[in-house]
């Protein structure tokens, strides 16, 4: 028999939390204990996954402090009284400045057998630490097919995105949703994320005018990350383009009426297209997991699947192109279900399938997406931004033949860019990216961070930036933001591999 | 009586939906808190507010206890809230856990931790609106 008590064990527990001491916490436990936390949506079974949900709680918190009021403890068993204080890490303060803190009352019910916890369970109640309920709706947005499935799981927060509530937002806390992207499987409603359909016998000759790269060996299956730009050279927005039939072209946009700008362009011009909005809603799948998950459920191969290929097929037995394409840098498949009719039979499916994988519903997840250097349209938008300053030069192909925007780009790859795209180290705590913040370097050159992030694989801000084309790595810039000025170090793109 | 009579006495109180026998278990500075009331209430006129409040919106609410550990002046139980609103279709089943704090007879805390984020507050609505009985029932001029 051990000589340590059940109250021994929920002071070191106490005390190893406090100093953020994951793997001392672990040792704490019996191999088969069981851990029962009002912030976590299940029983936790076993000393691995205690110790791997212990892992993913102390990565989103930062300052922490247990205090222990009462403790009685008799036989094998101990119950305490405490507070708990913690820092939330990517979780930015209300716009007054209020933090948004992780500090509740809580009683601890500790079973010991051993010398080991075979029971921790703790009552508190979450609603004070989560986000509310979903905030307040306008009819004159839509909302997206999945709807009652996000609502189901938790969102509280959207942003407007192609004239449609994207959840973004949901009850889990940033560093959860972190770790279920990078090593499990989430899944996003994006039915905000809308495709311009091109469909006639000069579909792919209109997307090689609309857009920037070289579609001239464009085949059916095939996906390809593109842009599309104003007469000027600017970017209107960098779509996914989709070539899932013989003479249908999607272009899946972010938040831009690129539909009407397409529609307004092929008027008049000699191309035999017809330009519209299908009632098609994606959903992601993005995780390591993510092919694992939708192996049984999708009737063609996706093993097969290579990067940036689509195929029109059945996912759940519902009519569906799926791409191997997404928005997390990582393994990920985007699906298309043809008509919004079945979107929620879709979504329960794929909801059922990721269960033994751990899948977690969220929004797209901007933590990662800034570390590897995913941007979207909200980099671009209102920015006058050119290709070539966006870091995508690449992407333009000016000997492929007209399309809209060439002249200009032309001049500017002749001329070279002005400004450029880069990676920001960034010192100290920062609001809320609400607007983009302007940024000045040590030779007066102005830019603007346009991305700004807490990195949980290199714990510590990050942002990517706009600025003088001069300006290297290891540069020092003045950042403005609504909470002061901080420091920032010039560094590349993307963050992590 | 002992720490854990108490507990048991308040127990069988609230699930009998006993105000008056409730209520006398309580110091006059008594601090109470239940997550579904939606704030700390503070001596005998609110707490009997807050306990009819309780009664007004439910069919049936009972607090059942599995495990207690009692010092001299406070006892920490686990257990369970069973309760159905009135306006609910389904019934609420809650772990929960109780701190009970006494000076003599007296509870002078009575805290309930329980989770209330997947449920609509028993305080949607007006907590201190029907006070007038809890009021003559604390003593306290209305």
């Not at chain 1, 007469?231 to 003479?247: A, R, S, T």
């Not at chain 1, 972010?254 to 529609?263: N, R, S």
């Not at chain 2, 997550?35 to 009972?62: C, M, S």
């Amino acid at each position: 028999m051990s000589g340590v008590t059940a109250g021994d064990l929920l002071r070191a527990y106490c005390g190893a939390f406090k100093r953020r001491a994951v793997a001392e916490i672990t040792e704490l436990f019996a191999d088969d204990a069981v851990l029962d936390l009002p912030l976590f949506d299940a029983r936790v079974v076993g000393k691995a996954a205690i110790a791997a949900e212990i892992d993913t709680a102390i990565r989103g918190l930062k300052n922490i402090r247990v205090v222990l009021e009462h403790t009685i403890e008799t036989g094998s068993e101990a119950f305490a009284e405490g507070v708990f204080y913690a820092d939330h890490i990517g979780i930015h303060p209300l716009v007054d400045g209020t933090p948004i803190r992780l500090d509740f009352r809580f009683v601890a019910a500790v079973t010991a057998n051993d010398g080991k916890i075979v029971r921790w369970t703790e009552y508190f109640d979450t609603k004070p630490l989560k986000p509310r309920e979903r905030t307040h709706l306008y009819p004159i947005s839509r909302r997206s097919a999945y709807w009652e499935g996000t609502v189901k799981a938790g969102v509280s927060e959207f942003m407007v995105y192609n004239h449609t509530y994207m959840p973004l937002v949901f009850h889990h806390s940033p560093a959860e949703e972190y770790v279920a992207l990078t090593e499990r499987v989430t899944l996003w409603d994006v039915g905000g994320e809308r495709q311009t359909q091109i469909k006639g016998p000069d579909a792919v000759r209109f997307a090689q005018f609309l857009t920037t790269r070289d579609l001239s060996k464009l085949k059916v299956g095939s996906c390809k990350y593109t842009l599309a730009c104003d007469p000027l050279g600017k970017i209107l927005c960098d779509p996914v383009l989709l070539y899932p039939w013989e003479n249908v072209v999607w272009l899946s946009h972010g938040d831009v009426d690129l539909t009407l700008w397409a529609a307004g362009a092929a008027i008049h011009s000699g191309f035999q297209v017809e330009i519209d909005e299908p009632d098609v809603q994606p959903v992601q799948v993005q995780g390591p997991k993510s092919l694992d998950m939708l192996r049984g459920l999708v009737e063609a191969s996706l093993d097969e699947l290579g990067f940036y290929k689509c195929v029109a097929t059945k996912v759940a037995d519902i009519d569906a192109v799926i791409s191997r394409t997404g928005w997390s840098g990582g393994l990920g498949f985007e699906i298309y279900p043809l008509s919004s009719v079945h979107a929620m039979a879709l979504w329960d499916a794929l909801v059922e399938a990721g269960r033994p994988f751990g899948l977690m519903v969220t929004g797209p997840n901007v933590f990662r997406a800034v570390e590897v250097g995913v941007t979207d349209t909200a980099y671009y938008s209102n920015s006058g931004m050119n290709p070539y300053e966006a870091g995508h030069g690449r992407l333009v192909d000016l000997e492929k033949g007209e399309f809209i925007g060439r002249q200009a780009l032309r001049t500017v790859a002749a001329e070279g860019a002005r400004r450029k795209t880069v990676g920001l180290f960034i010192d100290g705590e920062l609001p809320n990216l609400e607007w983009y913040w302007p940024l000045k370097d040590s030779h007066g050159g102005t830019g603007e961070v346009r991305w700004s992030v807490h990195s949980f694989k290199l714990n510590r801000n990050i942002g990517i930036a706009i600025v003088d084309s001069a300006l290297q790595p290891g540069d020092e810039v003045q950042i403005t933001h609504q909470a002061g000025i901080a420091r920032a170090i010039v560094t590349q793109v993307p963050f992590v591999d | 009586m002992t720490i854990r009579t108490q507990l048991d006495a308040y127990r069988d109180a609230f699930g009998r939906r006993d105000l008056t026998a409730a209520m006398a278990l309580f110091a006059d500075h008594a601090v109470f808190e239940m997550p579904l009331l939606g704030q700390r209430l503070f001596g005998k006129r609110e707490i009997a507010a807050g306990l009819e409040r309780i009664f007004d919106v439910t069919e049936f609410a009972h607090i059942e206890l599995s495990r207690a550990k009692e010092s001299t002046n406070v006892v920490i139980a686990e257990g369970r809230l069973r309760a159905k609103l009135h306006r609910d279709a389904h019934s609420l089943d809650i772990p929960l856990a109780v701190v009970l704090e006494c000076k003599g007879n007296d509870i002078t805390r009575l805290s309930t931790y329980l989770d209330a984020r997947r449920y609509r507050l028993w305080a949607d609505g007006p907590l201190f609106a029907s006070t007038h009985a809890a009021a003559q029932l604390s003593g306290v001029a209305t």
